[in-house]
């Protein structure tokens, strides 16, 4: 059980981080904001980027926030999976 758990967990966390990047690299190309798929992914990510866009400062024009934001899921995606195996261990 603990462990499709932890599948389901890493699945979940594995589509955020990606969803992260593919906004930065958005931000590289002309695109249509308002298409469904790519204002799909900005509604998604955005309530996880802004709080971290407000904390990291830019650095001469780059926002480095993205790195932070992919970080901290990873250091997320640890905890909730420890705490899953303590959970499951008894």
């Known amino acids: 059980m603990s462990g499709l758990l932890i599948q389901i967990v890493n699945i979940a966390f594995s589509v955020l981080i990606w969803m992260v990047i593919i906004r930065c690299l958005l931000s590289f190309i002309p695109h249509n904001p308002y298409q469904s798929i790519i204002r799909f992914v900005y509604e998604v990510t955005e309530p996880i980027m802004a709080p971290f866009r407000r904390l990291v400062p830019m650095l001469g024009g780059l ?5 932070v934001v992919v970080l901290a899921l990873e250091v997320v995606r640890w905890a909730v999976i ?3 195996l303590m959970i499951f261990r008894f």
């Open 63 to 67: 926002d480095l926030s993205p790195i």
């Open 82 to 84: 420890r705490v899953i």
